[in-house]
């Protein structure tokens, strides 16, 4: 059974339209990547699954069962199942409590008196490789690296079904990153995990997602395999992401496609396509609006996608 | 051959602590030709924020310079006054910050804060507001005039970095210094930056000197680079030397790191295993010795010193003895 299905998903604050209209599926096990620049409603689009964000419109149904719009009360439970790792590795750490109490925080809260909390933090911090003693460490004498971790751990604490990590790698080193998505594929691989991972970083997206959609304004604007995607992509956006993409060789040779300007303001949308006015194959019926063609497992929004 | 605009010539910087010294640079020397973009590298802690408050003398209170000078156009910076450094500072030698959500003041009009930082031209208003917004139309904002009149909450995060370069650039420094100034950007806007200070460069023709951990960037922008790691240079070169024939490990490694190097699907990524050595208590001999797989027994001993091995290309590594000396 598809473990979540996202349909239509909107969100507004005020007359700010940041999601309209999201529509997604993530089957058991599986990672899926969001990608897009900033403020193209990525990061809205997890906090509305897990409830951290509004969401006025839409579905989001987890494991079969309706979850948009619950109560803080009645989404706790399902807090064990839906895991968040935050952007902010450092900043989503109590800066008072230790490494132990953070990484265990969630029995405490999820009300799991029978465990033994000791031995939970040993055993979290041995899954990431952490070493023991940091169980007394408080999060200001962590790395970066090492703070993304504990957020590991965190995340990790009650067996969730499905994390949803928000920009996992930001800020970190390159050899640190590596480390961390190894641990990300490990752990999924001996657990089972499905995994929503938003990043810009598309280096990252290649090795970690089985399948990618790529946001515009808050809507999908292409979606499919990471194969198929970086292989071929369909949409011309989806084509300027992946040439914006510094290769770490002088020689490179860059048919880079320039994009042109800014993301539109969320105010006043732009009529018809509304990436139109910064595309570089835009067409004269672009004007008319398009409409989301699913065939194939590959998604697109475009009226003149590209062969 | 060029002028030698800036020249770090065997420069050690300690921090006190309540740990003992712990030494953020050791030996560093490498130098910036007039209107040469040169890239350094490394990763946290490999002490990119130590060099350029040591080139700006903006340090710490507790940092000590324990050896060596920083010479710009031949003067030695750590020797001058006070009122002769801050006369160079934002005139000859310029910086954009890393974070462009906090380099401007939020109270005051992008515009204002242009005309303020002319403080030194005499200039009248008018004039002040009009070169602003020809720097502003330059690094491409559209409709200047109208938005000088904006505050910085109403610029997006790659409008304000431009905004922050556009700054910089106003008295035409010699050098640039940009710290890791695409690093809170998305890919995108990363590329619009480095295309930008690629142009503007040869309009204004200035030296850079380009901080980053992203070696793509690096790769894209730089003539030279410098890889520094644990506070000491490992390695410097050509850009195409040290991506296509690296000869010290840490780069090598560093390197293979890349996603972006790597094409096809990877179960497990390529990483450098272990950590940084503890700059206050540093262990004996070569400072990569430790995560290195190639340490011979020698690393232990010596610290290794960069040496030349082409014309363009220094690295610090025991193993390319043979070829020093051949």
Known sequence: MTLLEVNNLQTSYGAVNVLAGVSFSVEPGETYALVGESGSGKTTVIRAIAGLAPAQEGSVKFDGQEIRGLSERAMRPLRKDIAMMFQDPVGSLSPRLTIGSLITEPYRIQGMKDRDLGAEAKRLLEMVNLPVHFADRYPYQLSGGQARRVGVARALALEPKLILADEPTAGLDVSVQGELLNLMNDLREKLGLAMVIITHNLNVVRHVADRMGIMYLGRLVEEGTTEAIFSEPRNPYTRCLLSANPEPDPDARLDRIALKGEPPSLLKRPEGCEFRERCPFAKDFCIQTPSWDFTNNRGIRCLAPLS | ?326
């Open chain 2, 1 to 326: 051959m060029t002028e030698t605009l800036l020249e770090i010539d065997h420069l050690s910087v300690d921090y006190e602590t309540a740990r003992g010294n712990l030494q953020a640079l050791r030996d560093i020397t490498f130098n910036v030709k007039k209107g040469e973009i040169v890239g350094i590298v490394g990763e946290s802690g490999c002490g990119k924020s130590t060099l350029i408050s040591s080139i700006l003398r903006l340090t710490a209170p507790n940092t000590r310079f324990r050896q060596g000078e920083v010479r710009f156009k031949g003067s030695n910076l750590l020797q001058l006054s006070e009122r002769n450094m801050r006369d160079l500072r934002g005139d000859d030698i310029s910086i954009v910050f890393q974070d462009p959500m906090q380099t401007h003041n939020p109270v005051l009009s992008i515009g204002r804060q242009m005309v303020d930082i002319q403080h030194r031209s005499k200039a009248s208003k008018s004039e002040k507001l009009s070169k602003a917004a020809h720097m502003l139309g330059a690094v491409g904002i559209p409709d200047p005039e109208a938005r000088l009149k904006q505050f910085p909450h109403e610029f997006s995060g790659g409008m304000r970095q431009r905004i922050a370069i556009a700054m910089a650039l106003m008295s035409e420094p010699d050098l640039l210094i940009a710290d890791e100034p695409t690093t809170a950007l998305d890919a995108t806007l990363e590329v619009q930056i480095i295309e930008r200070l690629q142009k503007l460069q040869q309009e204004f023709h200035c030296a850079i000197l380009f901080i980053s951990h992203h070696l793509g960037v690096i790769a894209e922008l730089c003539d030279r680079v410098v890889v520094m790691y644990a506070g000491a240079v490992v390695e410097s070169g050509d850009v195409r030397e040290i991506f296509h024939n690296p000869k010290h490990p840490y780069t090598r490694r560093l390197i293979d790191c890349d996603p972006g190097h790597i094409k096809e699907r990877a179960r497990v990524l390529p990483t450098i295993p272990g950590e940084v050595p503890d700059l206050a208590n540093l262990p004996g001999g070569c400072i990569f010795r430790d995560r290195c797989d190639q340490a011979l027994p020698q690393c232990a001993v010596d610290v290794p010193p960069l040496e030349q091995l082409t014309a363009g290309h220094q690295a610090a590594c025991w193993l390319n003895q043979e070829e020093v000396h051949a």
